[in-house]
């Protein structure tokens, strides 16, 4: 097996972009709006490097990151600093030290360009980003949100300025139901959630009841929401990950069961 990694620097590679939709999958559904966010913000609001197998001729894993003055991320964090937003290596090809060796090229890359450390959110869901996986590789804990963990790898500064944005999500009561989509096309089980919402939304039961405003991912949408990414029902988020159509069905009604 012969592997390769390689930076990406053309938006014509994000037809290859997030591996992590392995097979048949429902995410599959999330994909294409998700490659062409990608290739909107390449080079802006998201980096990137792919790991491939050469003999296969197709990417088997990915690191995607962002610098801290452009990633879109509900932080404020100083200059110079690399926020890892997720990873992944195909389950076929696990357990022969591909991670270790993509994230050691995607170290490497950043202490040459002088970064000070690398910010990630570790979660506690055992299947994406797991905080434990990055306490292995060093990163420490420096803000615990619960689910969420927000740690970092000194590189070359030991400490980081970061605070945690305030979420200001408002209901306008414009409809009984309303709905505001912020960003959600980074990953394709956001992507799949938008399209499941807009579906559920134009069903017969629901016509004229439920309002959706969709707002893209900027720092200026960051700025006013204290938020990046979520899908958020009378000002909640009523799901985080992954969610079916009954799911996103279930929401609406629950909150229309409170309006009527």
Not at 42 to 58: N, P, Q, S, T, V
Not at 131 to 149: L, T
Request: proline share 5%.
């Amino acid at each position: 097996m012969r592997i390769g990694i390689e930076r990406l620097t053309g938006r014509d590679q994000a037809r290859e972009a997030y591996p992590c939709v392995e097979g048949p999958t429902l995410w599959a559904e999330g994909l294409p709006l998700s490659q062409q966010w990608f290739a909107a913000n390449l080079g802006e609001h998201i980096e990137g490097f792919h790991l491939k197998d050469l003999e296969e001729g197709r990417v088997i894993g990915h690191i995607y990151w962002a610098p801290s003055e452009r990633a879109l991320v509900p932080y404020e964090i100083e200059d110079r600093v690399a926020f890892l937003y997720c990873e992944w290596v195909q389950t076929p090809y696990r357990g022969r030290g591909l991670m270790r060796r993509l994230f050691g090229e995607f170290i490497e890359a950043l202490k040459q360009e002088g970064y000070k450390g690398v910010l990630v959110d570790g979660t506690e869901i055992e299947d994406y980003m797991h905080y434990s996986h990055f306490a292995k590789r060093g990163f420490r804990v420096i803000q615990d949100f619960g689910q969420f963990k927000l740690m970092y790898l000194p590189l070359a500064q030991e400490e980081v300025a970061v605070r945690r944005l305030e979420p200001k999500v408002p209901v306008e009561e414009r409809a009984p139901v309303e709905v505001l989509i912020i960003g959600s096309r980074f990953c394709p089980v956001g992507s799949v959630a938008v399209l499941l919402v807009r579906k559920v939304a134009e069903a017969e039961e629901f016509r004229g009841k439920v309002l959706i405003e969709e707002v893209p991912a900027t720092r200026e949408a960051i700025a006013r929401y204290g938020v990046a990414d979520g899908i958020f029902i009378n000002g909640k988020m009523k799901f985080l990950g992954p969610v079916g159509e009954e799911g996103v069905r279930r929401a609406i009604q629950e909150e229309l069961g409170r309006t009527d």
